[in-house]
């Protein structure tokens, strides 16, 4: 066909950027880079998760969650529920009494960070030699993605997704370099899916359950400005970030 220029005729492109071996996809051409919205966090997770480059994906589930998706994130950005509902993860990989979530001062991250449980009770091995061997940290990126690193330097991640105001699904991975099989961390991802993943849904679907009642009100916040453990910013936080989202 005359005037018929192959090279112009292709699909809808959209926008992706390299986020240490993730691909994130953006359908809004015009966003800001994610280092802008979550500063400093490529250069922080790499020195946690050294061989993050090497990564593939071992083990992915998909857990459906009968509750608003923030619902859930907001239940995953406070871990005052952790040492009366997930006793494993809080007697075999981390010291509730220690976790703190931090927003960042700039950009849209809340950090967790906590100690690790004694080397004796934690629920798996790990190698204490190399850097960060012992640390937890866990990068929340507004609004829908979170890094988390096992003590051990073991990636792990959150995927939230709507399907509906009662209804999402979380996408939570375990990684492996080159994806090759790893007993430890099929045991450990195993471990999560059947605590403290099963833990949450009976939460956050109960609380979905709440909200829809007739006696439902909004409580107040509990706020610290050193926030710790049993404070709520993170939470203020979010509905902030939600609020700015909404009045664009
Ligand atoms: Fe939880």
């Not at 952790?82 to 494993?88: D, E, G, L, V, Y």
């Not at 931090?102 to 100690?115: D, M, N």
């Not at 990684?175 to 450990?188: F, H, K, M, S, V």
Request: glycine share 6%; with cysteine; net charge negative.
């Amino acid at each position: 066909m005359p005037g018929f220029e192959r090279e112009k005729i292709c699909l809808t492109e959209v926008r992706t950027e390299d986020f240490n071996g993730f691909i994130f996809v953006n359908l809004d051409k015009d966003a800001a880079p994610m280092d802008e919205w979550y500063p400093g966090v490529r250069e922080e997770l790499g020195a946690f998760v050294p061989q993050i480059d090497e990564l593939q994906p071992l083990e992915w589930i998909e857990i459906a969650e009968n509750c608003n998706w923030k619902v859930s994130v907001e239940n995953y950005s406070e871990c005052y529920h952790c040492s009366i509902n997930h006793p494993t993860f809080s007697s075999g990989v981390i010291k509730p009494e220690t976790y703190d979530i931090q927003p960042q001062a700039e950009g849209y991250v809340l950090r967790h960070i906590t100690e690790c449980q004694s080397l004796e009770a934690m629920s798996y091995e790990i190698d204490m030699t190399r850097p960060h061997a012992g640390d937890y940290r866990s990068f929340f990126l507004w609004p829908m993605f979170s890094f988390q690193v096992y003590p051990g330097n073991v990636l792990n991640t959150y995927h939230w997704r709507a399907e509906g105001v009662e209804r999402c699904t979380v996408w939570r991975g375990w990684y492996t370099p080159q994806g090759w099989d790893d007993e430890a961390i099929r045991r450990l991802a195993l471990q999560d899916r059947t605590t403290t993943v099963e833990e949450d849904i009976r939460l956050v679907e109960s609380v979905q359950k709440g909200m829809k009642s007739r006696g439902y009100r909004p409580g107040p916040l509990v706020l610290d400005p050193a926030c710790g453990l049993k404070s709520e910013h993170s939470i203020a936080k979010l509905q902030q970030w939600m609020r700015e989202a909404v009045d664009g």
